[in-house]
C-alpha cells in the first residue's frame, strides 16, 4: 500500500496541489514547495518543512 496522500482544503473541499510558497521571516523572503489549495490559497506546512528549511532559514537569520 504506497498510495499519494490526498490533503483536501477545508474550507474549499478541494485537494491541495504542489505549489512554490513564498514565505517571510524578520524581513526576508524565501521560497519553498508546499501544498497549496488552488482555490483560497491557504498553505499546508508539514514537519518536514518546520524542521528543514525553515528552520534552517531561521538559524542563519537569527546568528546574523
Same mark, same amino acid.
Do not use: W
Given at each position: =500500500? *504506497?498510495?499519494? $496522500?490526498? =490533503? &483536501?482544503? +477545508?474550507?474549499? +473541499? /478541494?485537494?491541495?496541489?504542489?505549489?512554490?510558497? +513564498? !514565505? #517571510?521571516? /524578520?524581513?526576508? #523572503? !524565501?521560497?519553498?514547495?508546499?501544498?497549496?489549495?488552488?482555490?483560497?490559497? $491557504?498553505? !499546508? &506546512? #508539514? %514537519? %518536514?518543512?518546520?524542521?528543514?528549511? &525553515?528552520?534552517?532559514? %531561521? =538559524? &542563519? /537569520?537569527? *546568528?546574523?
Amino acid at each position: =500500500m *504506497d498510495e499519494k $496522500q490526498r =490533503m &483536501i482544503c +477545508n474550507l474549499c +473541499n /478541494l485537494e491541495l496541489e504542489p505549489a512554490n510558497t +513564498n !514565505f #517571510s521571516y /524578520l524581513g526576508h #523572503s !524565501f521560497r519553498a514547495d508546499a501544498p497549496r489549495c488552488p482555490g483560497c490559497g $491557504q498553505v !499546508f &506546512i #508539514s %514537519e %518536514e518543512l518546520v524542521k528543514g528549511r &525553515i528552520a534552517e532559514v %531561521e =538559524m &542563519i /537569520l537569527e *546568528d546574523k
